[in-house]
C-alpha cells in the first residue's frame, strides 16, 4: 500500500493536477525598416500543433497553449504569421464605398504560411525570447500601416 501511495503522490497525481512541461515564450516581430509589426499572430507550429500568440501594437508577443502567455513545451517549431492581411474598401469615381473590398498584404507570404517558412525556433526550459524580422510584400514596400 505505501508503494501505491508514493506511485500515486509523486507519479500520478502531478498529472492530474496540471504539472506541465510548458514555458513562456514571448518576443518581438519587426520590419527590415524597424517598424513595429503590429497586425495578427506569431504561430509556432509542429507537424501536430500549433500555439498562437498576438501581436500587440508595439510587435510584441507572447505564446499560449489556451490563451496568450500560458506557456508551450518544449520543442522545435517551425514559426510564420497569420492574419496580417487588411480589408480595405473599394471606391468609386465619386469616392464613395462600392462595398466591394481589396485585400492588402503587409507581410510577404513566405512568412505567412507553415508550408514555406524558413523561421524556426527550439524552445528550451528556461528564457524563451524569439525576435525576428520580416519583409513587405515587394508591392507593398511602401505601405506602413
Request: proline fraction near 4%; include cysteine; glycine fraction near 8%.
Amino acid at each position: 500500500m505505501q508503494k501505491f501511495l508514493l506511485l500515486f503522490f509523486f507519479v500520478i497525481l502531478p498529472v492530474f493536477i496540471g504539472c506541465s512541461n510548458k514555458v513562456k515564450v514571448s518576443g518581438h516581430v519587426k520590419f527590415t525598416d524597424g517598424e513595429p509589426v503590429t497586425l495578427g499572430e506569431v504561430c509556432f507550429g509542429t507537424k501536430d500543433r500549433t500555439y498562437f500568440g498576438r501581436i500587440n501594437k508595439n510587435g510584441y508577443y507572447t505564446l499560449g497553449e489556451i490563451k496568450d502567455g500560458d506557456g508551450i513545451p518544449p520543442e522545435n517549431y517551425t514559426v510564420w504569421l497569420s492574419g496580417t492581411v487588411l480589408s480595405e474598401p473599394i471606391l468609386d469615381q465619386n469616392n464613395d464605398e462600392t462595398g466591394k473590398f481589396k485585400e492588402i498584404e503587409l507581410v510577404d507570404r513566405k512568412y505567412t504560411e507553415q508550408k514555406v517558412s524558413t523561421l524556426t525556433f527550439e524552445v528550451k526550459h528556461g528564457v524563451n525570447k524569439f525576435d525576428f524580422t520580416v519583409e513587405r510584400p515587394i508591392s507593398n514596400n511602401k505601405i506602413k500601416r
